[in-house]
């Protein structure tokens, strides 16, 4: 029996699910649009540069930015550049969400399997533009960009088709939706204050930004200016770093952490002003510490009050959700500061950023016990307030 309305039809007693075009068409037109968009931008960045450039070397440097924003690095002359460029990254991630949300808005929509969709024809895509524009001495890495551009775009379009359908979380088990509040809690709290202490601490320093900015007398100043905007999310990642202690380095030797800096010269780039003179830091820079232990016990309450909307939860469950919360906080803000780490030249800039995992290692357990300890708080409160009634 078949129906023109119906997504299946029985035959031989079996039922045949058909995958009429119009399932991929959604998908394939998001995809085709973000990709279109985000070379669009890339061109026009390309094209303020002010470089003497044919049109198929704009084309391919154009291509190749987009890559590169999506973590596909880049290798110039033999010298690699594998840094993931935070805010380019955070830019096609906007575009992905905002092209999804526009083409899922009259329609519902299983978030998931739409991103995937996405992700997939998007990285794809991505792939056959590395391998296309790998040309001479400049290539760019095919499985990081199919990755990157897989996991960035598939990323936006499920939680941009998750926004237009009032899907909360992707469609999460109950179960897991207060852990990913307050683990969403804490690490916007991270963040924020790590954002809060660079930008303070560059304008502290804005004359001698302002002095680099003139050595440099660019030809193109606005995209100067983007390049500096941009850089400041990596900057706040390493902020962050610092903030749980290993800090970050300018190769094998130069670090800065909380003790200190020992940094010599740094390259020419305004926002670097916002890095303190060599030397050891007050010791009431260690108070620092304390901004990750407040957003886990934050996270952690944020984590029970959610907790207690769906049940009564007993002690042990109350302390075991809040520490999942804040473990998953602690392991997506070590996943955010290793993606700042990387090379962006020849010598002292192979390898600069935080030191492998080491804030993975500290903020997973740090903020599992902070969240812990407020959900051990909050239960005993609501005990106790249960029992005076």
């Known amino acids: 029996m078949l129906s023109e309305s119906s997504p299946h039809y029985l035959l031989d007693g079996w039922v045949l699910h058909s995958s009429p075009p119009k399932q991929w068409r959604t998908p394939a037109f998001s995809a ?19 470089l003497d450039q044919s049109g198929a070397a704009l ?11 999506v973590g596909a690095g880049l290798t110039v ?21 905002l092209v999804a949300r526009g083409f899922t808005a009259k329609s519902q929509i299983e978030p998931v399997g739409f991103g995937a969709k996405v992700g997939a024809m998007t990285g794809i895509s ?44 992707l469609g999460a088990p109950t179960r897991l939706v207060s852990v990913l509040t307050g683990a969403s809690v804490s690490t916007t709290l991270v963040l924020l204050g790590s954002a809060a202490l660079t930008f303070a601490l560059l304008a502290s320093n804005l004359n001698q930004a302002a002095n680099i900015w003139a050595s440099l007398g660019p030809d193109s100043p606005i995209l100067l200016a983007l390049m500096c905007v941009l850089s400041m999310f990596t900057m706040t990642l390493w902020a962050t770093a610092t903030i749980f202690g290993p800090g970050f380095h300018f190769g094998p030797d130069a670090t800065v952490d909380l003790t200190g800096n020992d940094l010599g010269l740094l390259p020419g780039f305004p926002p670097l002003a916002a890095i303190a003179e060599p030397g050891p830091y007050p010791s009431l820079t260690a108070g620092l510490l304390l901004l990750p232990l ?32 804040g473990a998953v906080a602690g392991f997506v803000i070590g996943l955010l500061t290793q993606t700042a ?49």
């Open 32 to 50: 085709l649009v973000c990709v279109g968009v985000c070379l669009t931008i890339s061109f026009a960045a390309a094209a303020s540069s002010g």
């Open 126 to 169: 991505a792939g056959l533009l590395s391998a296309v524009t790998s040309v001479g001495q400049t290539s760019t890495s095919f499985a990081r960009a199919t990755f990157g551009a897989f996991l960035v775009i598939g990323l936006a379009a499920a939680f941009g088709a998750a926004a237009s359908t009032k899907t909360r979380w």
């Open 294 to 325: 407040i957003a886990a016990v934050l996270g952690g309450l944020a984590t029970y009050r959610r907790l207690a909307q769906t049940t009564e939860p007993s002690w042990a469950s109350a302390v075991a959700e809040c520490a999942a919360g």
């Open 59 to 69: 084309a391919r440097t154009s291509v190749q930015l987009w890559l590169v924003s």
């Open 77 to 97: 002359n033999g010298t690699s550049f594998t840094l993931v460029p935070i805010g380019a990254t955070l830019m096609t991630f906007a575009v992905g969400w």
């Open 341 to 389: 780490s990387g090379s962006i030249g020849p010598g002292l800039m192979g390898q600069v950023g935080p030191a492998s995992w080491q804030t993975l290692l500290i903020a997973v357990p740090l903020m599992a016990i902070g969240a812990a300890l407020a959900g051990t708080g909050a239960h005993y409160r609501s005990t106790r307030d249960k029992s005076a009634v």
